[in-house]
């Protein structure tokens, strides 16, 4: 807890060290829109379907970007600092940052913690009752931050309401049937091997909304040391259960994954590695992966394929 | 011996940043000779020493090892760093110091064996150490370090020897063991150069003298060069600190008799 | 709880981490040793936090080549170059800029690990991705250590090791006496180089076992332990390597058996438990050690003084007197020196154990066959020491037992010989004491 007070007055301190030095600089900007930063990608697909044209949507994180252990540079200060809105998940995804953004929302700025709006009957806890913050996991869940997201908007534009309303419905229509189609695809792998192996805890809300048990190598942030002991157990649950496939994450490294199926193999059981899952960061942008609803299908698709269901 | 100097330096300069440390050195020694190399504090006596062993490089000049390069007579010449500069709490026993004066024989990539061991041997009993050849050289006082040093020069078997500063701190017994080593090792024809302090010694000890500070002052037989006027010369103002200090240390009646009249 | 550590050796992972953290630590253990007797640990540190903009460049650079980011050998040999490069660069600006040694160091220790962990940043936020793999060479990632990287620990270990045999009394020189080496025509720069150069390697192999901030511990920890307990330099290499190794295995063990706990300080916890049982227990430098000593020491001293007290009491009465009749009352040795009665009471006893006193039964004691020429011979070392000293004060040897160091060991035979022809004033051996022995004449 100290640490993290520390950590939101250094961040405090260099915002205004960075607004006092840039402050009268910049030169006129032509687009006037309200600016809006959001942290991760999934989120801020979100807020960029429903604000529309009505405001200038940009990511802070990009492709691959581990928001866990995300460490802000000058330029992403100077953006912060500049954006008129900010979006963010919460429940410490965003780690370092979590601390800056709540100091500047008790400054009366217009910064909303998405993940945080969601009753808590929703969330999952781990052992040491930390809260699961990787919430786009459940597209369910998604489709009610949807919600809280217009509603946010509008409180802060309310000439837009309209806009937002309208891009809302449009948008959750589009999740409601990303969310069946999900379920399609999962319900193709056989009920005895829906076992996920990952690189770290990500998929707690996936598991629970479709039906697969879930395990992580690190836990929750990727910040988190893996135990020998841990690896050790996932070894011995492979085998036991015979599981084909483990996974690895496009913005983890992949050294535990591989030290995993090195571990299975030394006991005659050839596991492979799956192939590459979006869990924190979505993919290239202008690609199928790099949109939320993408990143998800291909997710679904990969796990499908490397367990023994069928892509769809 | 060959009637050519043992140690020639022409016109040697030292310099550390800009600022020089010796100055136009030129000096020839003896062949046969025991000579004393003196001068006050930071007079660069031992940088005298290694700039003529190459371990510090020359601003200009030439040295001369019995009119050869350092490098062609390497294994004629021995050397007896002060014995400051290294860690006595070194984990190596009195042999293994005497050995390492083998090392250059031994060579690359092979072992010190027991003929080694055995010669190292010899030269501590040549200095009396025989007895602490297994002593820790931490447990040893500062005499019996400084005759270990010796022992391991001995094994060199060099026809020339530099020895930085042998008489530093050592016991009287020591001092007059090391001094009666030296004037064997003349009377065999080597030649030895010490760095030196106590200047009521000098007379007894040496029979060819180098003053220097920063530039040779004189340089000679000792009976020549070794007077009033050079030390004054050498030392300046310093010379009657040095005397009443000197003086007040005095432990012989006469220089360089050491023990015959206690 | 046996068999849960057997059944920890079933484990593929844990045999690969056991072996890999056990090699780096007998490896580091080893080379750690010319470190620490050429007082160069603290280059250990700067060299490896140096070689994280090495890593990092590594990663930009691999794709141009055509490799993946991350693949390994490749952040490797960056680690390795950039350490390198770091060492010289201390030794450079040591050179060039006038500036002293620790100076040196902490600057390349800061500038290139701040020059490191911008390019992190930098890594960050390039579209890339994949950057979080980078960190595991800050901190260490014990657990998932693949088999290729054990392999490679082993035979950087054991090339390491090769070099410790082949340069053995070369290194040895050159930590000793560098100065000596080079007028000898060793190539003291290369020498030095090389040792160096195997210390960044094994630096490099270690930094994906416990981290740049931690390896430091790896090179220094083990040394200094093995330090406590052994003067021949063979023993302390062994000694080193086996500490290190040690202190690997049982902190991994812990890491995989106990708590969800980090290896690399697990690693380093356990060598630091080595040092400090080393430090109290040590056989040649232990703090226990140097207790007993002392404490033995006293003993001896005060078992010396009953001797003496027995022998200038009789001296005079011939070379072997009538030993029946040489008896001293308890009380009159108790006011002989400043001991109480307690201590006096349990030497006396000690040493009628020992068979140099008897006790008469009239209360009195005296000095057995045994102990009067003990007594003697005690007494001569001592007088001659005592003259010795009278006569040549500032130049006396330091570090001299007066009464255990025979004087032929320490002075010359001439001065041995000077000093009995000048001292022995009566036939009896001992010559007598230079200053009159207050009580003597009482008894």
């Given at each position: 807890m100290k640490k993290q007070t520390i950590q939101s007055i250094f961040s405090l301190c260099v915002l205004l060290l960075l607004s006092a030095c840039g402050g009268g600089g910049d030169a006129v900007d032509p687009d006037d829109r309200p600016r809006i930063l959001v942290t991760v990608g999934m989120l801020t697909d979100v807020v960029r379907e429903i604000a529309g044209d009505a405001a200038r949507v940009e990511g802070l994180m990009g492709e691959g970007v581990d928001p866990h252990s995300f460490h802000p540079a000058a330029s992403d200060v100077r953006r912060i600092q500049g954006a008129d809105m900010i979006f963010y998940v919460g429940h410490h995804l965003e780690g370092r940052l979590q601390g800056t953004f709540v100091s500047l929302a008790k400054r009366d700025r217009k910064v909303a913690a998405m993940g945080e709006k969601l009753d808590s009957e929703h969330l999952l806890l781990d052992e040491d009752g930390n809260i699961d913050p990787h919430l786009w996991m459940d597209v369910s869940l998604w489709i009610e931050i949807s919600g809280h997201v217009r509603d946010q908007l509008t409180a802060w534009l309310p000439e837009s309401a309209e806009t937002f309303a309208t891009n809302h419905d449009a948008w959750v229509a589009q999740l409601e049937a990303l969310d069946r189609e999900i379920q399609d695809i999962i319900a193709t792998i056989p009920v005895e091997s829906r076992i996920l192996i990952t690189a770290h805890d990500a998929f707690g809300y996936f598991g629970r909304r479709y039906e697969v048990e879930v395990m992580g190598i690190q836990g929750l942030s990727t910040e988190s040391e893996a135990g020998l002991r841990h690896l050790n157990r996932l070894v011995d649950l492979i085998v036991a259960q015979n599981i084909p496939a483990v996974f690895v994450e496009s913005s983890v490294a992949d050294r535990n994954v591989r030290a995993l199926v090195e571990g299975a193999a030394s006991r005659g059981h050839a596991v492979v590695i799956g192939g590459e899952l979006f869990s924190d960061a979505m993919g290239a942008p202008g690609t199928p992966e790099g949109t939320y609803p993408g990143m998800i299908r291909h997710n679904a698709r990969t796990i499908a394929n490397a367990l023994g269901g069928e892509e769809l | 011996m060959s009637a050519v100097s043992p140690l020639r330096i022409d016109d040697l300069t030292v310099a550390y940043h800009r600022k020089p440390v010796l100055w136009d050195i030129d000096f020839s020694a003896n062949p046969g000779s025991l000579t004393g190399i003196l001068g006050p504090n930071g007079a660069g006596k031992s940088t005298l020493i290694k700039a003529c062993l190459g371990l510090i490089p020359k601003a200009s000049g030439r040295v001369l090892f019995f009119g050869q390069p350092y490098e062609t007579v390497r294994e004629r010449v021995g050397y007896v760093p002060q014995r400051e500069t290294v860690d006595w709490d070194f984990p190596v026993d009195a042999l293994d110091v005497v050995c390492m004066g083998l090392y250059g024989r031994i060579g690359w990539l092979r072992r010190v064996r027991r003929d080694h061991k055995l010669k190292a041997m010899e030269a501590l009993e040549q200095v009396g150490m025989a007895d602490f050849a297994h002593r820790q050289i931490r447990q040893l006082s500062g005499g019996q370090q400084q005759r270990v040093f010796l022992a391991r020069a001995l094994v060199q078997d060099a026809d020339l020897y530099f020895m930085d500063e042998p008489f530093a701190g050592v016991d009287a017994a020591t001092e007059h063991a090391i001094i009666e080593m030296l004037r064997s090792l003349r009377s065999q024809g080597r030649n030895i150069l010490v760095v030196h302090h106590d200047l009521q010694t000098v007379p007894a000890y040496f029979d060819q003298v180098m003053l220097i500070n920063t530039r040779v002052v004189a340089a000679g037989p000792t009976a020549e060069v070794f007077n009033n006027e050079n030390l004054r010369k050498t030392y300046g103002g310093r010379l009657t600190l040095l005397d009443q200090a000197t003086h007040a240390l005095a432990r012989r009646d006469q220089p360089g008799e050491p023990l015959e009249h206690i | 709880m046996l068999a849960e550590f057997i059944d920890l050796f079933d484990s593929h992972n844990t045999r690969v981490v056991l072996t890999g953290v056990t090699l780096l630590g007998v490896c580091s253990g080893v080379i750690g040793v010319f470190l620490l007797l050429r007082r160069r640990s603290l280059m250990a540190d700067a060299t490896s936090h140096a070689t994280l903009p090495g890593i990092a460049l590594a990663f930009l650079v691999q794709p141009a080549f055509g490799f993946a980011p991350r693949f390994l050998p490749g952040l490797l040999l960056g680690a390795l170059i950039a350490g390198l490069l770091g060492m010289w660069t201390i030794q450079a600006i040591q050179k060039v800029g006038r500036i002293r040694e620790d100076?040196?160091?902490?600057?390349?220790?800061?500038?290139?690990?701040?020059?490191?962990?911008?390019?992190?940043?930098?890594?960050?936020?390039?579209?890339?991705?994949?950057?979080?793999?980078?960190?595991?060479?800050?901190?260490?990632?014990?657990?998932?250590?693949?088999?290729?990287?054990?392999?490679?620990?082993?035979v950087s270990a054991l090339l390491v090791i090769l070099m410790v045999f082949v340069f053995y009394k070369e290194w040895i020189l050159l930590c000793f006496d560098d100065d000596f080496a080079g007028s000898q025509g060793w190539p003291v720069t290369f020498l030095d180089g090389l040792l160096m150069g195997a210390v960044v390697v094994v630096t490099v192999i270690g930094l994906q076992a416990v981290g740049l901030i931690l390896m430091i511990a790896l090179l220094v920890v083990p040394p200094a332990a093995a330090r406590f307990w052994t003067d021949r330099m063979s023993r302390l290499l062994l000694l080193s390597g086996l500490f290190g190794g040690g202190g690997a295995f049982v902190g991994a063990m812990i890491s995989a058996s106990e708590a969800d706990l980090p290896a690399g300080a697990v690693i380093v916890l356990s060598q630091g438990v080595f040092f400090v049982i080393s430090m109290f227990f040590g056989r040649r430098r232990g703090l226990l050690g140097k207790v007993v000593r002392h404490q033995a020491l006293g003993w001896t001293v005060r078992k010396q003084h009953v001797l003496r007290t027995f022998y200038e009491a009789f001296e005079d009465k011939g070379v072997t007197p009538n030993l029946e009749r040489a008896r001293l009352s308890f009380e009159t040795l108790l006011k002989a020196r400043s001991w109480t009665r307690f201590r006096l009471g349990i030497m006396l006893w000690h040493m009628k154990w020992s068979g140099w006193v008897y006790r008469h039964p009239d209360g009195t004691w005296g000095l057995t066959r045994d102990g009067w020429p003990r007594a003697a011979r005690l007494v001569r070392n001592h007088r001659l020491w005592e003259l010795f000293l009278i006569h040549y004060a500032e130049i006396a040897p330091a570090q001299v037992d007066r009464g255990a160091d025979r004087i032929e060991h320490v002075l010359d035979p001439a001065v041995v010989d000077e000093l009995e022809r000048l001292l022995k004033e009566t036939d009896r051996g001992v010559p007598m004491s230079p200053h009159p022995i207050p009580w003597g004449e009482g008894i």
């Amino acid at each position: 807890m100290k640490k993290q007070t520390i950590q939101s007055i250094f961040s405090l301190c260099v915002l205004l060290l960075l607004s006092a030095c840039g402050g009268g600089g910049d030169a006129v900007d032509p687009d006037d829109r309200p600016r809006i930063l959001v942290t991760v990608g999934m989120l801020t697909d979100v807020v960029r379907e429903i604000a529309g044209d009505a405001a200038r949507v940009e990511g802070l994180m990009g492709e691959g970007v581990d928001p866990h252990s995300f460490h802000p540079a000058a330029s992403d200060v100077r953006r912060i600092q500049g954006a008129d809105m900010i979006f963010y998940v919460g429940h410490h995804l965003e780690g370092r940052l979590q601390g800056t953004f709540v100091s500047l929302a008790k400054r009366d700025r217009k910064v909303a913690a998405m993940g945080e709006k969601l009753d808590s009957e929703h969330l999952l806890l781990d052992e040491d009752g930390n809260i699961d913050p990787h919430l786009w996991m459940d597209v369910s869940l998604w489709i009610e931050i949807s919600g809280h997201v217009r509603d946010q908007l509008t409180a802060w534009l309310p000439e837009s309401a309209e806009t937002f309303a309208t891009n809302h419905d449009a948008w959750v229509a589009q999740l409601e049937a990303l969310d069946r189609e999900i379920q399609d695809i999962i319900a193709t792998i056989p009920v005895e091997s829906r076992i996920l192996i990952t690189a770290h805890d990500a998929f707690g809300y996936f598991g629970r909304r479709y039906e697969v048990e879930v395990m992580g190598i690190q836990g929750l942030s990727t910040e988190s040391e893996a135990g020998l002991r841990h690896l050790n157990r996932l070894v011995d649950l492979i085998v036991a259960q015979n599981i084909p496939a483990v996974f690895v994450e496009s913005s983890v490294a992949d050294r535990n994954v591989r030290a995993l199926v090195e571990g299975a193999a030394s006991r005659g059981h050839a596991v492979v590695i799956g192939g590459e899952l979006f869990s924190d960061a979505m993919g290239a942008p202008g690609t199928p992966e790099g949109t939320y609803p993408g990143m998800i299908r291909h997710n679904a698709r990969t796990i499908a394929n490397a367990l023994g269901g069928e892509e769809l | 011996m060959s009637a050519v100097s043992p140690l020639r330096i022409d016109d040697l300069t030292v310099a550390y940043h800009r600022k020089p440390v010796l100055w136009d050195i030129d000096f020839s020694a003896n062949p046969g000779s025991l000579t004393g190399i003196l001068g006050p504090n930071g007079a660069g006596k031992s940088t005298l020493i290694k700039a003529c062993l190459g371990l510090i490089p020359k601003a200009s000049g030439r040295v001369l090892f019995f009119g050869q390069p350092y490098e062609t007579v390497r294994e004629r010449v021995g050397y007896v760093p002060q014995r400051e500069t290294v860690d006595w709490d070194f984990p190596v026993d009195a042999l293994d110091v005497v050995c390492m004066g083998l090392y250059g024989r031994i060579g690359w990539l092979r072992r010190v064996r027991r003929d080694h061991k055995l010669k190292a041997m010899e030269a501590l009993e040549q200095v009396g150490m025989a007895d602490f050849a297994h002593r820790q050289i931490r447990q040893l006082s500062g005499g019996q370090q400084q005759r270990v040093f010796l022992a391991r020069a001995l094994v060199q078997d060099a026809d020339l020897y530099f020895m930085d500063e042998p008489f530093a701190g050592v016991d009287a017994a020591t001092e007059h063991a090391i001094i009666e080593m030296l004037r064997s090792l003349r009377s065999q024809g080597r030649n030895i150069l010490v760095v030196h302090h106590d200047l009521q010694t000098v007379p007894a000890y040496f029979d060819q003298v180098m003053l220097i500070n920063t530039r040779v002052v004189a340089a000679g037989p000792t009976a020549e060069v070794f007077n009033n006027e050079n030390l004054r010369k050498t030392y300046g103002g310093r010379l009657t600190l040095l005397d009443q200090a000197t003086h007040a240390l005095a432990r012989r009646d006469q220089p360089g008799e050491p023990l015959e009249h206690i | 709880m046996l068999a849960e550590f057997i059944d920890l050796f079933d484990s593929h992972n844990t045999r690969v981490v056991l072996t890999g953290v056990t090699l780096l630590g007998v490896c580091s253990g080893v080379i750690g040793v010319f470190l620490l007797l050429r007082r160069r640990s603290l280059m250990a540190d700067a060299t490896s936090h140096a070689t994280l903009p090495g890593i990092a460049l590594a990663f930009l650079v691999q794709p141009a080549f055509g490799f993946a980011p991350r693949f390994l050998p490749g952040l490797l040999l960056g680690a390795l170059i950039a350490g390198l490069l770091g060492m010289w660069t201390i030794q450079a600006i040591q050179k060039v800029g006038r500036i002293r040694e620790d100076a040196a160091m902490g600057i390349v220790l800061s500038v290139f690990y701040g020059f490191g962990i911008c390019l992190l940043g930098i890594i960050q936020t390039l579209e890339q991705g994949g950057a979080s793999g980078l960190k595991g060479f800050i901190f260490g990632k014990t657990a998932s250590m693949l088999a290729s990287d054990a392999q490679l620990i082993s035979v950087s270990a054991l090339l390491v090791i090769l070099m410790v045999f082949v340069f053995y009394k070369e290194w040895i020189l050159l930590c000793f006496d560098d100065d000596f080496a080079g007028s000898q025509g060793w190539p003291v720069t290369f020498l030095d180089g090389l040792l160096m150069g195997a210390v960044v390697v094994v630096t490099v192999i270690g930094l994906q076992a416990v981290g740049l901030i931690l390896m430091i511990a790896l090179l220094v920890v083990p040394p200094a332990a093995a330090r406590f307990w052994t003067d021949r330099m063979s023993r302390l290499l062994l000694l080193s390597g086996l500490f290190g190794g040690g202190g690997a295995f049982v902190g991994a063990m812990i890491s995989a058996s106990e708590a969800d706990l980090p290896a690399g300080a697990v690693i380093v916890l356990s060598q630091g438990v080595f040092f400090v049982i080393s430090m109290f227990f040590g056989r040649r430098r232990g703090l226990l050690g140097k207790v007993v000593r002392h404490q033995a020491l006293g003993w001896t001293v005060r078992k010396q003084h009953v001797l003496r007290t027995f022998y200038e009491a009789f001296e005079d009465k011939g070379v072997t007197p009538n030993l029946e009749r040489a008896r001293l009352s308890f009380e009159t040795l108790l006011k002989a020196r400043s001991w109480t009665r307690f201590r006096l009471g349990i030497m006396l006893w000690h040493m009628k154990w020992s068979g140099w006193v008897y006790r008469h039964p009239d209360g009195t004691w005296g000095l057995t066959r045994d102990g009067w020429p003990r007594a003697a011979r005690l007494v001569r070392n001592h007088r001659l020491w005592e003259l010795f000293l009278i006569h040549y004060a500032e130049i006396a040897p330091a570090q001299v037992d007066r009464g255990a160091d025979r004087i032929e060991h320490v002075l010359d035979p001439a001065v041995v010989d000077e000093l009995e022809r000048l001292l022995k004033e009566t036939d009896r051996g001992v010559p007598m004491s230079p200053h009159p022995i207050p009580w003597g004449e009482g008894i």
